[in-house]
């Protein structure tokens, strides 16, 4: 069974740009979920899709966004790129909401 | 707000040792527990979820859960270096889906 998968595995972007992050979730798997790990700061909740809808947000500005595909799969789209968002973004999927999550390896984001 | 807090380490055992890790969290309404080990960059792997009061065992590990004082703690019998990582606590209360992490314990097994 193939696990949660996330491309780009690295992406470098100027400030000011946008970048698009990619998620498939496990086969069977409706929920996806998007985490930010920067350094020293631990594990920081983005957002969480499940069937088709954002369910529920972090504490995040508006410019993180994303969607959920009839097929599950996510997108997260940072707009306005700044210096301090980079890190590593990481893609969790579960069977039902409030699961254990299984993560994907994660994109790792740089700004410059 | 919510926290879970959890000494940073590094926390140091001997091969062999039994290495515990402790989590306390500050939501009484607390339901779901759960413990990731992450790698060096890596991303976190889910290896013991705990729901009630007492422990629950999985091979070399075992995970202890006391509502009533609200802290959680996992035991790694028998510790390998590697199991050499950082583990993660998580809490999920009844009225949210998404876990709080704590920033987790960096753990060190020397041979």
């Known amino acids: 069974e193939a696990g949660v998968t996330q491309s780009p595995t690295h992406l470098i972007k100027t400030r000011g740009q946008q970048a698009t992050l990619r998620c498939s979730p496990i086969?069977?798997?409706?929920?996806v979920y998007w985490y930010q790990q920067a350094l020293g700061l631990g594990l920081q909740f983005l957002l969480w899709?499940?069937?088709?809808?954002?369910?529920n947000r972090g504490n995040f500005p508006p410019r993180f966004s994303g969607r959920q595909f009839p097929n599950y799969s996510s997108e997260l789209n940072v707009n306005a790129l700044e210096l301090e968002d980079s890190a590593l973004y990481l893609c969790?999927?579960?069977?039902?909401?409030?699961?254990?999550?299984?993560f994907g390896s994660g994109t790792r984001l740089t700004v410059v | 707000q919510k926290e879970v807090e959890q000494n940073s380490g590094p926390l140091s055992v001997p091969e062999g040792a039994i290495a515990s890790l402790n989590c306390t969290y500050s939501?009484?309404?607390?339901?779901?527990f759960f413990w990731y080990r992450q790698y060096s960059g890596k991303s976190p792997e889910l290896i013991m979820s705990?729901?009630?009061?007492g422990d629950k065992e999985d091979g070399r590990f075992t995970a202890q859960l006391n509502k009533a004082s609200q802290y959680v703690s996992l035991l790694i019998r028998d510790s390998q270096p590697s199991d050499s990582a950082t583990y993660l606590c998580?809490?999920?209360?009844?009225?949210?889906?998404?876990?709080?992490f704590g920033r987790g314990t960096s753990l060190i097994v020397h041979p």
């Open positions: 969790a999927s579960s069977l039902e909401a409030g699961d254990g999550y299984t």
């Open positions: 086969s069977g798997h409706t929920s």
């Open positions: 899709y499940d069937e088709g809808e954002e369910r």
């Open positions: 939501d009484r309404g607390s339901q779901s």
């Open positions: 705990i729901y009630s009061n």
């Open positions: 998580a809490e999920r209360s009844g009225g949210s889906y998404i876990p709080t």
